[in-house]
């Protein structure tokens, strides 16, 4: 990640509408702000919610609140709970998400 300069900013999130996009099931609630190339969203899975699409794209997530399966394309699980912290580089193992009870994350990518 090249972090491309870019002067000093302080990001009230209650300012950033929430963006949604329906899962294989459930919904994903998006918050996203961009800083040139560099994506930072919160995200909020409900309860029940599993990723519609392999990703393939990297990331840095932390788990705030919940816990949340991955599922990688060599068929490992992992699974995250808040307090947790996890980072995939682009082009590396594809991964899904679902959650039984929901989640919310802050990820960068």
């Known amino acids: 990640?090249?972090?491309s300069s870019f002067p000093f900013q302080i990001l009230d999130w209650a300012s950033i509408s929430r963006q949604e996009h329906t899962g294989e099931s459930g919904l994903a609630?998006?918050?996203v702000f961009m800083m040139n190339n560099i994506r930072?969203?919160?995200v909020?899975?409900?309860p029940g919610y599993k990723a519609d699409h392999w990703c393939k794209k990297g990331h840095?997530?932390?788990c705030?609140?919940?816990e949340?399966?991955?599922e990688l394309d060599d068929a490992r699980f992992m699974k995250i709970t808040a307090g947790m912290t996890?980072?995939?580089g682009d082009d590396c193992e594809a991964h899904r998400t679902s959650t039984k009870n929901g989640c919310k994350l802050f990820i960068v990518d």
């Open 1 to 3: 990640m090249q972090l």
């Open 29 to 31: 609630y998006w918050q």
């Open 40 to 42: 930072v969203r919160k």
């Open 44 to 46: 909020e899975y409900s």
């Open 60 to 62: 840095i997530i932390l």
């Open 64 to 66: 705030t609140e919940g």
């Open 68 to 70: 949340m399966d991955t």
């Open 86 to 88: 996890y980072f995939v």
